[in-house]
């Protein structure tokens, strides 16, 4: 299949899911899952692993269920009631650890909303701690803070930090010990589904993104390096 753009119908199809969140109903509208939602991400990945390999040689690219194309269903040990998401999540991911412990491209869709993200959004314990080692080291601190500066300029965010104390190690007087309080590593943009959503255009959109966050990708990355050596 030839990417052409998300259809309508798929976010119709995640509209339908608020108010029909059921296995039941999922599997009694199988064919319109596949049709709507699973063949265009497929469609996507392909396309976009092609683009995203001039950025990155070696990124996964891989257009399969718990690959890059995340499960529709919850995890069923905290969502009893909502077992279906209302979202569709879709990653490329670079290097040999766990897809969501590598410095990644992302992207998920809902009915009203488009985020789209590079880096590490969540933090694992042992990544925290290879982190909080790594920054530690001046350099390598001050360019993060650098790469950060210059996507926030370009109009990206930063989440908020996850803590509010220092851990122990840092200099609260240092310039950039905010870093410290991050259990994650991410930067992101959003936007309402359009008519570049709803076509090809979304590869070269979404690709500009990810080419002004490469610096973020690469400085994760190396990070991810670092948390291989250190084990």
Do not use: C
């Not at 119709?12 to 059921?22: H, K, P, Q, V």
């Not at 998920?108 to 925290?128: C, D, Q, S």
């Not at 991410?186 to 080419?211: L, V």
């Amino acid at each position: 299949m030839i990417f052409q753009g998300f259809p309508k119908e798929g976010l119709a199809f995640l509209d339908a899911i608020i108010l029909n969140n059921s296995k039941e109903w999922l599997n009694a509208n199988k064919e319109e899952y596949e049709q709507y939602i699973l063949a265009p991400n497929r469609a996507y990945v392909a396309e976009m692993g092609e683009h995203l390999q001039i950025l990155v040689p070696h990124i996964h690219a891989i257009p399969k269920i718990n690959k890059s194309l995340f499960r529709i269903y919850r995890d069923a040990r905290f969502h009893l009631a909502d077992p279906i998401k209302e979202r569709i999540g879709i990653i490329f991911w670079q290097g040999h650890s766990h897809r969501m412990q590598s410095s990644s491209f992302y992207m998920h869709y809902a009915p009203h909303e488009i985020f789209v993200a590079t880096g590490i959004r969540n933090f694992k314990p042992p990544m925290l701690a290879v982190y909080r080692e790594y920054i530690q080291n001046t350099q390598r601190r001050t360019q993060l803070h650098h790469i950060v500066e210059t996507l926030k300029a370009k109009g990206y965010s930063l989440p908020q930090p996850d803590y509010k104390r220092y851990p122990r190690g840092f200099d609260k007087d240092d310039a950039h010990v905010y870093l410290s309080l991050f259990r994650s590593m991410y930067m992101y943009t959003t936007f309402k589904p359009n008519k570049a959503f709803h076509s090809s255009k979304i590869i070269y959109k979404n690709f500009e993104i990810y080419q002004d966050m490469l610096p973020l990708q690469e400085w994760v990355y190396q990070l991810t390096l670092y948390s291989s050596s250190s084990k």
